[in-house]
């Protein structure tokens, strides 16, 4: 079992950043790869962005040049630090693991998820 815990969402301003910490803990394994997708009210629950092991990333078409996504191995910490965050951004952040080496982009090639973390843009 691998447990998954978020940090870092809040309320900021169009224009601001925010970076949001996902705390891997449990049998994380060497060779997973780990995910961020976000789910606003009423929507489908959407890919943002996803790292390798090794550091390979692939991004959503809406957050590329503004959104990147980093990993800490000696930490089991992923990252999403986020820039010139506008309100259609809002939305609960969450962060999602999968033992395997390739990168995926859909939330059903996930197994394990966090609780999810609230980030909020105001206009």
């Known amino acids: 079992q691998v447990q998954l815990v978020e940090s870092g969402g809040g309320l900021v301003q169009a224009g601001g950043s925010l970076t949001l910490s996902c705390a891997a803990s449990g049998r994380t394994g060497n060779s997973n790869t780990m995910g961020w997708f976000r789910q606003a009210p009423g929507k489908e629950r959407d890919f943002v962005a996803a790292i390798t092991w090794i550091g390979g990333s692939t991004y959503a078409d809406s957050v590329k040049g503004r959104f990147t996504i980093s990993r800490d191995n000696n930490k089991n910490t992923v990252y999403l630090q986020m820039n010139s965050l506008n309100p259609e951004d809002t939305a609960v952040y969450y962060c999602?693991?999968?033992?395997?080496?390739?990168?995926?982009?859909?939330?059903?090639?996930?197994?394990?998820w966090g609780q999810g973390t609230q980030v909020t843009v105001s206009p």
């Open positions: 999602a693991s999968r033992n395997y080496r390739n990168i995926a982009t859909s939330r059903y090639e996930y197994t394990y």
